[in-house]
């Protein structure tokens, strides 16, 4: 992947007409590029290397991969994980599979974020930063509190809770994996942050959780029309838990996504 620079560069090599093109790919707003999963030199994010400039590198390496596909090179968590159970949970959640384990070579905290396999010392940071810094980002070993991932959805889920959508409608930028279990990528895309938190789309509305949980009326719910102020005292609560940042009606909160959202992920 070419820097900025270098594309610019090329330009004043090549002359305009190729360089308006290269450029265009460069800066187009879904690269990784200009996400904070470019932990390179040139990244936009506080977690980055100090000299390292190959963007892809923390995750992918053409050579001396560790055997993970596609051509992995974060070096794997071995942590077994507390996985998400309820009551009224019908899909059958064993430990993070899959392209999930991947993200959580990072996310879960354990591993050092330069730590790769085509390096014997693992990549350098800026401020001494190892491993993910507590936050949000850092979601730990303990994944009760997310969204369930790694299972099977198919039509034996769907037929013990019918409020999810069929699984065959699941072909565009919500997707199951190769082997039909849903996975952190079925709503994040590492690679592409145009609608925020490198969603596979954008969740106003909670429209991304409305792709597969069909909840009956909820367009029609209460809870989704309501023109209600929503009383100070749940705000305050609300707020003081991260859900939501304002107090507000109850159409504010729904056009940002968010209460839901967090309910569902990462909270
Ligand atoms: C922060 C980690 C991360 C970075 C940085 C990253 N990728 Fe990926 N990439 C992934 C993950 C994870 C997958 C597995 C598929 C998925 O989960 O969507 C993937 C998949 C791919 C694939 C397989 C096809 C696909 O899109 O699923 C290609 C090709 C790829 N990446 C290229 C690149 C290139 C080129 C760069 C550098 C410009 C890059 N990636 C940077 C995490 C990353
Ligand atoms: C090589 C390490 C690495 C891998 C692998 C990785 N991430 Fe990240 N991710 C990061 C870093 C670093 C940040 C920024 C942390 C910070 O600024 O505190 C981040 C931030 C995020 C954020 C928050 C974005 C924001 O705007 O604050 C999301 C969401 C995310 N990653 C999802 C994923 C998912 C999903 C995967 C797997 C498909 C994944 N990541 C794989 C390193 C990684
Ligand atoms: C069902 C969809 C869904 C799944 C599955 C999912 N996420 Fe998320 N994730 C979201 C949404 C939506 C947000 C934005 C949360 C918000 O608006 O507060 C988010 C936010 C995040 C953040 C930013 C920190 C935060 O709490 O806001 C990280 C990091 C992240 N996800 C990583 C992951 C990883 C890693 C996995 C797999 C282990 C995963 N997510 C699985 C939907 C999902
Ligand atoms: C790719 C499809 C998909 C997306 C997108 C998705 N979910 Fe889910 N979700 C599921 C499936 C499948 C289950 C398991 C349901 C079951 O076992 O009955 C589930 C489970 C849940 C549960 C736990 C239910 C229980 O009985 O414990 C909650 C809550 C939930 N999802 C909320 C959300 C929210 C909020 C969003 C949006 C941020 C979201 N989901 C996005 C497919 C999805």
């Known amino acids: ?20 093109l290269l450029l265009s790919v460069a800066v187009r707003a879904d690269s990784v590029v200009h996400s904070v999963h470019n932990m390179s030199v040139s990244g936009p994010g506080t977690v980055k290397a ?3 400039s190959d963007v892809c590198i923390f995750c992918h390496t053409v ?13 794997m968590s071995g942590t077994n994980y507390i996985v998400y159970s309820s009551p009224t949970l019908k899909a059958v959640v064993g430990q993070p599979n899959g392209s999930s384990r991947l993200c959580l070579s990072c996310h879960d905290g ?6 790769v396999n085509s390096q014997t010392a693992p990549i350098e940071l800026a401020g001494g930063v190892s491993t993910m810094p507590a936050g949000p980002n ?8 997310d969204h369930p991932i790694s299972f099977v959805y198919n039509a034996a889920l769907v037929a013990q809770d ?22 952190c990528d079925s709503c994040h895309n590492p690679h ?13 509305g909670s429209a991304l959780c409305l792709t597969c949980h069909n909840t009956p009326s909820w367009t029609v719910s209460a809870h989704a029309i309501s023109p209600q102020i929503l009383p100070a005292t749940v705000a305050a609560k609300l707020s003081s838990s ?10 504010k909160v729904r056009a940002s996504g968010k209460t839901v959202a967090t309910m569902g992920c990462a909270s």
């Open 1 to 20: 992947m070419k820097s900025i620079l270098s594309t610019v560069r090329t330009i004043f090599r090549r002359g305009l007409p190729a360089g308006l």
């Open 50 to 52: 100090t000299t390292e």
């Open 63 to 75: 050579h001396r991969s560790n055997g993970q596909t596609p051509l992995w090179n974060h070096n």
């Open 110 to 115: 354990t591993v050092a974020l330069g730590s």
């Open 138 to 145: 850092n979601l730990g070993t303990d994944l009760s509190g």
């Open 162 to 183: 019918s409020t999810l959508a069929d699984p065959s409608t699941l072909t565009g930028k919500v997707k199951l994996d190769s082997t039909g279990q849903m996975q």
């Open 192 to 204: 592409d942050d145009q609608f925020g938190n490198f969603l596979v789309m954008d969740n106003t």
């Open 242 to 251: 991260g859900s939501i940042t304002t107090a507000g009606s109850l159409s």
